[in-house]
């Protein structure tokens, strides 16, 4: 998805809904981005906090325990969303109204209704067991 996104070093990364913190630390350490994951939920944010620690990415990594809604993402070069549809649909007039011009929006399994992706891609984590599929939405703020 990373790759999808044409991520690239010294951008501003947001994952709006961060969970354990995976993608924020895999975008700081694999691609030298600077991450910032927003979370509600504060056992996940401990969770997310302790392992940006162990890697020693506090420096390039973010972890907020918040509301993604009032979260201010003008900064960002890539949104990252892992939520349902309808989740993307209430968060779809935050990001009409807050990114830039040219930042991508990378949605896993779940489309943004409304918006044409600039790109779709289907992989399979297990192409002997034919299974787990995903798809991922590339979309860009025109």
């Known amino acids: 998805m990373l790759v999808l996104a044409g991520l690239k070093p010294g951008e501003v990364f947001y994952d709006l809904g961060a969970g354990d913190g995976r993608a924020v630390m895999m975008a700081a350490k694999d691609f030298g981005a600077r991450a910032v994951g927003i979370e509600l939920r504060e056992d996940l944010v401990k969770k997310a906090l302790g392992s940006v620690y162990e890697q020693g990415l506090q420096s390039r990594v973010t972890i907020v325990n918040g509301d993604m809604f009032k979260v201010d993402l003008i900064s960002a070069d890539v949104v990252f969303l892992y939520l349902t549809t309808s989740a993307n649909e209430k968060i779809k007039p935050k990001l ?3 990114l830039k011009h040219g930042v ?3 949605s896993h399994d779940y489309e943004i209704v409304g918006w044409k992706p600039f790109k779709v891609d289907n992989f399979c984590e297990n192409p002997k067991l034919g299974y787990p599929s ?5 979309y ?3």
């Open 104 to 106: 991508r929006v990378v």
């Open 134 to 138: 995903h798809t991922i939405y590339l």
């Open 96 to 98: 009409e109204a807050e």
């Open 140 to 142: 860009k703020k025109v």
